[in-house]
């Protein structure tokens, strides 16, 4: 079992940096991927960005170039920087595990989710 929470949501404008944290309990954390998903009101969940127990990232061409996701394994957090933010990132942001090792930008193939936390940047 894991569980996941996530911080560091707000209102920003347009160009402003922000970075989001998922802190995770549970000892299976360090084998899981981890994911980054938003929604926006009226949206599907999207994939923003994923990384592997061993480190190895995956973005979504909308944020490629300005976010950035990192993790600690011995920490158990999971962090996501975010430069160059848009009005178009507005969204609740999530993080979610996985014990899958493909179809990893789909929703569905992750077992643990956090809460949320929302972000608004405005133009």
């Known amino acids: 079992q894991v569980q996941l929470v996530e911080s560091g949501g707000g209102l920003v404008q347009a160009g402003d940096s922000l970075r989001l944290s998922c802190a995770a309990s549970?000892?299976?954390?360090?084998?899981?991927?981890v994911g980054w998903f938003r929604q926006a009101p009226g949206k599907e969940r999207e994939f923003v960005a994923g990384i592997s127990r061993s480190g190895g990232r995956t973005y979504a061409e909308s944020v490629r170039g300005r976010f950035t996701i990192s993790r600690d394994n011995g920490k158990n957090t999971v962090d996501l920087q975010m430069n160059s933010l848009k009005p178009t990132d507005t969204a609740v942001y999530y993080c979610?595990?996985?014990?899958?090792?493909?179809?990893?930008?789909?929703?569905?193939?992750?077992?643990?989710w956090g809460q949320g936390t929302q972000l608004i940047v405005s133009s």
């Open positions: 549970g000892r299976t954390f360090g084998q899981n991927y």
């Open positions: 979610a595990a996985t014990l899958a090792i493909f179809g990893l930008t789909t929703p569905s193939r992750y077992d643990y």
